[in-house]
């Protein structure tokens, strides 16, 4: 998006709705969950946010994320 606070902005009111859920967005958080549901083990290398690993099964190997800023 080429205006972040202005996203930025739009999340955080969203957040603010009664009602608002939260879920796992992009194919690599959603084909590793899929996957482990399988019974595969996973290895997976990624950059994300704290908020995001929380909602990566802590089965998944390669617990050594880089992590970014939730805020950007």
Known sequence: MANASLFN?????????PGTK??????APV?????????VQVLLG???TES????ISPN??????????DSA
């Open 9 to 17: 902005n739009m999340v955080e009111i969203a957040g603010t709705v």
């Open 22 to 27: 939260l879920a796992v967005g992009g194919n």
């Open 31 to 39: 084909i590793v969950n899929r996957i482990l549901r399988e019974g």
């Open 46 to 48: 990624a950059q994300m």
């Open 52 to 55: 995001l690993r929380m909602q």
């Open 60 to 69: 998944v190997m390669g617990k050594h994320f880089p992590l970014i800023d």
